[in-house]
Structures are given as structure tokens and as C-alpha cells.
């Protein structure tokens, strides 16, 4: 049973340019949740996409967006890169609401982005 | 807005001992799903246990096991007979009910294992 996986594993930026990292849920989940962990500090919640719409936002701006392909993987995209971008970016797959006993979210191994 | 607090940046433990983490939260629902989460230093998230409100039984899982106290919006995480893969980061999240999925985490408690 194959768990979630993200790539890449690391990545390299600098200042201003844009970004796409990818997710594939674990099989059988269709929701996929992305987080921002910072140094030291824990996960925080980006945005999750159901059935290729965004179903709910944290609080980040337009820069960062999404997508979910028909086969449930997932895109992050982030433009216009700033030094405060620099994090562990986290995929979580889960199924969708209103399954009782489902609604645990695992996580991928996480992509290190570095903004220089 | 729910929050999530861990008091405890570090903790250390004895191997064979136990240990409690401590998470306190602050919601207006009523439904909703606790959970604690270990990242060690791989930084892989991995699911420890998870606890649903609407369920007065604390959960447990082998060495495992939380107290669950709803009206003091308590949720601490008890490891018994601490083995050495149990060192990295512990952090506690709520999750809440339909329309309000997102994980919300704690600032995370570092356990260290002593041999």
C-alpha cells in the first residue's frame, strides 16, 4: 500500500521566482491537505482541494495556489518567491468528510524548499 | 479560531520510563478530532493516535495512551516504557468537524530518550 509521496525532496530557489511542488495521496484517499512548517515551528495549514476544487484556505496570500488532477495528486505553485518562503512544505491525503473513523490526514516525507 | 497549545518545548525521559505530554486547545465546536503526531528527525509526520470528541474513552495504542478531558480541553499524551525511537518532536492537532477540516498544530514538544 503505497503511502503519500511528494517530490522533489529538496530545492533550491532564489528571490522571486516561482515554484511547483507535487503530491500523490496515499491509494484510496481522494483530499489532499498542504502545510507550511517553518524551522521550529509546527505545521501550518495552506489550503486542501476535494474533488479538483479548494474547499477550504489558511491564511496565505494569492501566491501560493493549487491544483488537483482527476487522479487525486496535487500541485502546489508558489510565485514571486520571498526569503520567507524557505520551509518544509508538508502533503497530507485523507479521505473525504462525512466517512466516520477517516478523517485522519498522513503526511508525506515533505519537500525542504530553500529561497535565496 | 482554534488554537492549539503545547507548554512544553522539551522533555526528556529515562528509558523504560513514561512520560506525559501536555496540548491544550480552545474551540466552540462541539465534534471534533484530536490528534498527536511524532516527527523525528527524517521530519516525516507520523500518525502516534487520535481521539474523537464524541468518544469519552481515551484512546490507546500499545505504550500509547492519552487522557482525554473534554471539558478542560485537556489532551495530554502518556508513553510508557520509552524506547530510544521514541526521540523527536511531538506535536498535538485538532482537526474539526465537516467545512472545517484543516489541522491545526501546537508549537510541538521535543522529546529526548535516555539511554
Known amino acids: 500500500d503505497a503511502g503519500v509521496t511528494q517530490s522533489p525532496t529538496h530545492l533550491i530557489k532564489t528571490r522571486g521566482q516561482q515554484v511547483t511542488l507535487r503530491c500523490s495521496p496515499k491509494?484510496?484517499?481522494?483530499?489532499v491537505s498542504w502545510y507550511q512548517q517553518a524551522l521550529g515551528q509546527g505545521p501550518q495549514f495552506i489550503f486542501q482541494?476535494?474533488?479538483?476544487?479548494?474547499?477550504q484556505r489558511g491564511n496565505f496570500p494569492d501566491r501560493f495556489s493549487g491544483h488537483q488532477f482527476p487522479n487525486y495528486s496535487s500541485e502546489l505553485n508558489v510565485n514571486a518567491l520571498l526569503l520567507g518562503d524557505s520551509a518544509l512544505y508538508l502533503c497530507a491525503s485523507s479521505l473525504a468528510s462525512g466517512t466516520r473513523g477517516q478523517e485522519t490526514q498522513y503526511f508525506g516525507p515533505g519537500t525542504r524548499l530553500l529561497v535565496l | 479560531a482554534q488554537t492549539v497549545t503545547q507548554s512544553q518545548p522539551e522533555m526528556s525521559v529515562q528509558e523504560a520510563e513514561t512520560v506525559t505530554l501536555s496540548c491544550t486547545y480552545d474551540t466552540s465546536e462541539s465534534d471534533y478530532y484530536l490528534f498527536w503526531y511524532k516527527q523525528p528527525p527524517s521530519r516525516q509526520m507520523i500518525l502516534v493516535i487520535r481521539q474523537e470528541a464524541y468518544k469519552q474513552q481515551n484512546a490507546t495504542e500499545n505504550r500509547f495512551s492519552v487522557n482525554f478531558q473534554k471539558a478542560a480541553k485537556s489532551f495530554s499524551l502518556k508513553i510508557s516504557d520509552s524506547q530510544l525511537g521514541d526521540a523527536a518532536m511531538y506535536f498535538c492537532a485538532y482537526r474539526g468537524n465537516f467545512g472545517n477540516e484543516k489541522l491545526t498544530f501546537g508549537t510541538g514538544t521535543r522529546l529526548t530518550i535516555i539511554p
Open positions: 482541494y476535494y474533488e479538483e476544487e479548494e474547499r
Open positions: 491509494s484510496g484517499h481522494d483530499t
